[in-house]
């Protein structure tokens, strides 16, 4: 499945496991790097390691905090918000052709393994 959405958004210069952590950093609007990890079930080397590309490319920054101290949220940057914008029909275009491969039970099924798993033993996959 993974491979459908890399095809996609080939043309972006960005591939899903990229995409996915971008949309969050946005949806969370401003997060340490703990923070991020906990929300994509990631420890503190595989985040560094996958925000590395991210940062690299510019589509996100490290900002100093407003409370002052040494956290530095992540946020999104314009380049970010612009490659979200850009590549969602592409995501869009994998959704729905991978629904269409697994089809509706297929993805109901996928769907309830991952929400059956406790918190965890999403961390540690």
């Given amino acids: ?3 459908i959405y890399d095809q996609a958004l080939r043309p972006h210069g960005v591939n899903a496991s990229q995409f996915s952590l971008l949309v969050l950093i946005a949806k969370l609007r401003g997060a340490s790097r703990a923070e ?5 079930y990631q420890d ?10 991210l940062l690299t490319e510019g589509w996100v920054e490290e900002v100093a905090s407003e ?3 040494r ?5 999104t940057s314009e380049a970010g918000r612009e490659l979200l914008v850009s590549a969602a029909p592409a995501w869009r275009a994998a959704q729905e052709k991978a629904r ?8 109901a099924a996928i769907v309830g393994v991952a929400n059956s798993l406790p918190p965890d033993e ?3 996959a």
Avoid: K
């Fill in 44 to 53: 503190r080397s595989t985040l560094t390691r996958n925000l590395a590309p």
């Fill in 36 to 40: 991020i990890g906990r929300a994509n």
């Fill in 100 to 107: 269409g491969l697994l089809g509706e039970e297929g993805v």
């Fill in 1 to 3: 499945m993974t491979s």
């Fill in 67 to 69: 409370a002052g101290g």
């Fill in 71 to 75: 956290s530095r949220p992540v946020v």
């Fill in 122 to 124: 999403l961390a540690s």
